[in-house]
């Protein structure tokens, strides 16, 4: 999946705002211990626990049994020997515990102990920061909907019951929005048992049987459902026994609703003639199969899934595989559209849509059917992506050596998306804004992104879908890797963007800002509700992944890294894998090389944030020191947080590579896996840079004379004969800052770097680096003129080479460079610069002359900024009817930059109008008007007023919650505004903002240590450097 905030919106946000990028919420930092029985209850304790159950186990042939029959035979046994006061007594029992007595009549329900702690998927396993699961002990006995005990207490499905496949049928009507439905699940089992659980959530189970393939009926004697756990629990009179298949039917119906999971509603108008048009559609990732249709929905319980769907004639139906026949179904013109079964995969990678789009196919080279399937007024919009995917998919089969197992790939833009997109496997969803390219209305971002998440997706058919992680906590797996894969994709395709360069600003440098803070997590996150597992889709699996990933590949090469990932990917082919048999193939893969991966990564993965390395130099000796690197401020209250242990203390093992000014190609590697360690080194050298293009996830520092060597390198050097390469020049400026702002760092040394700026930079990537930390202090020094000057004065160069021309035929990373450094002439005040832009927009607004597709977002931003209600209106009006997502999107974006509060209010307000703003933008509304500094603190009080409704419309495990916290708090700079925040959040649910509010918090703790101590020692630097006898 692509998370909805997509880089782009990231480094608006951080280029805007200064903030820090931490929208996303991680794994709860406060793990609680595990004591919660893995199974049935136990009539001693409902959570006392496995080694009960397995105390009692008998040996006799019922003993694999999983009985609820057995207890009543032998309870009644027990009865006959009992006087009538007992028999009593225990009836009363009965009556109150239906199933507890398991345990008590010897009939021992072994799976609670086989398949509790010790099976395979089932493992408790303490976290990976040592401080146990998160699994959380529920206080309250667990309730079925009857107010019956739940039988089962595990939130995870048996391990005896085996789906292998399913029959689905499903007849939604579209006026009405009902679904009725019904699916056929092949199961075995692994041991006897008389009932099975299985996910059910929100529908209406109207019948259920159970049938052995000899056709022989196992009645169904009880059900009971448990709303907490989204579990079903089906009792037979009689065993299901191994070796030995069954098919469970169950009939269900719901009333679909528009949301942004699950099988939902979607609409969107048509801008040519006013009528809005409705679609079905799913999101199932992670845990939402299981509220279109009762199933076992864990990854690993991979199954085949046919499909028949009845629905009108002038819609289509569209599945995972090839539609296989359309027939009449009944005598009111309805259709039936019937699809072949699918090759074996999980359930959260299942999708159909009823729509009436269009449709638009190419071939691959090898014959596969690709199609973009669009509203027909989008319709021309959907090339590029296609284009995009038939190329990259060829690619993807070359790399991995794999070929893409379907015959068919349907690409399909839903109007309403709560993510950026999702891999189901055939039938890949997208957001309409990453998805559709106009080539003359999009600016080059649009395509960048729209490529990305191309290939992001078509990574996930081998990583994800093909072979899948083993359960949520190996997250990372998936997206990880996906997200470092899109930039091999897309770097085929239009090699000159230099993704792989680009890489250091949208992904590593993003990744150390989430990972430096106390209240980040381990990649590999202990998960297990739903709640939990949402929260892990979040920058750390996604990013710091991606960037582990690119060191291991700098230092194993691309070749062993290719042959790893092909051989991983052929073992574990529509199975499920762990971490560690990646690391495994790897190891093989590298044999040759003596790298002893899984040793290596171990240390990254499975212990949170990332080191430091101090390096002095002591005669010819390079000393090397290495100790976690935190950004933030540590809490005193909270110093021995037991959240914070590590498994490895924090220590790492380290690639550390060198270049110097006597081999500036020649790169040196040295593994560091010591707390201290010294190389020797020859002392004439006049400089040296460590973490060479930033391959290796962490900080450098060096003594104050390296740092004065390195900024004279720069600053002796033009732009085009730089020693240092693009990404060296990005990483010297983003550790020099980070270390900055917490004062390691001394501001002269840190100012000074950045001057070189001025007359010496010319690539985008150092200078994206740049206005992001600009940004972050622009957001602490609460737009300081002095700063702004500084900063105009460093672009001023180049705004006067390059001006206000967006030519196409320039490259790629010009134009985005162009486009960047305009938007901060305007945020920093350059007077110029805000005259030409609003002549643009007013000569939009009266005449309608175009505006260049990359000028439109500092155009539409200034002409809001700096004008009323009639600029103001002009961009609502357009945003209402226009029917290109990027435009609509620049267009929303921008309005929340005017200076009137009654404009600002109104917006705020309309973001909660699904009819104005689809709920899956309300977010950036907020994000937008908290960029504002006039919108500050209004966004704070709306947030704070229309929290319940947030929790209402984005349910609690929503992307959508820790975005808002983020963007809400981020900002705030005193004592009172933490209290504030403080006391707000401690009040309400949270939900999976949990992670982001603690992180608010951590962050505002350290924008206080600035003001406090760091802030004057800047304003001086500024004084100096600004004044008029001062030369930038
Ligand atoms: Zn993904």
Redesign the pocket.
Known sequence: ??IPMTELEIDDVAFLTGADGNGHDGSDGKHQSSTSCAGLICPNSSAKSRHHHRHHRHSDGQSGAHSVLNWRKSNVLTMGLCSLLVITIIALIIAFFPFHNQCFTGHTLSHTGSYGPDADHRQHKPDSSGTGSRHQLSQSPLLSTTGELFPWTDIRLPAFVVPFSYELSMKPNMTTFYNTGSVSIWLTVTERTDFVVIHTKKLNITDITMTSADDMDVPVIRRLECTQHEQLFIGFDGLLVPNRNYSLRLTFERQLEEQLEGFYVSSYVDTRTGVRKYLLTTHFEPTSARSAFPCFDEPALKASFSMKLVHERDFEAFFNSERVDRVPYNKEGLIMSVFEPTVPMSTYLVAFIVCDFNIHAKQTREGINIRAIVPDEQDSQSNYALNSAASILSYYQEFFNITYPLSKLDLVAVPDFGGGAM?NWGLITFRTSVFLYNDNESNSETQEQVAIVVA?ELA?MWFGNLVTMNWWDDLWL??GF?SYIENLGVNYIHPEWKMMEQFVVTTTQYAMAMDSLQTSHPIRADVKNPTEIEAIFDMISYKKGASLIRMLDNFLGIDNLRIGLSAFLHKYQYKTAKTSDLWHSFSDASRIHGINVSAIMDTWVNQKGFPVITVRRIGNQLMLNQRRFLSSIPDSDNIDDPSDISPFGYKWIIPVTIITDRSPRESRLVWFNTSEMSIPFDAQHQWFKVNVNQSGFYRVNYESDQWLALTDLLNNHNYNRHVLSAIDRSNLLDDAFSFMRIGILDVNLTMSLSLYLRNGERDYIPWETALYHFGIMDMLMEQNPSLHRYICGLIEPLITIWGWKDQTTDPMLLRKLRALLLRAAVTYGDKQSIQVANRYFQSWMINGTKIPANLREVVYTTGVQYGDQREWMHCWHRYMNTSIPSEKKLLLLSMGATRNSWLLARYLNSSLDKNRVRPQDTVHVIQTVARNPMGRDMVWRFVRENWHQFIRMFGEGSFSLDMIITETTWHFLTRFELKQVQQFFESVTVGSGAQAYRQGIEKIRTNIYWKDHLEHLVINWLAKHTGDDVVL
Do not use: S
């Open positions: 999946m692509t891999e992001h996930h998936n997206e996906a």
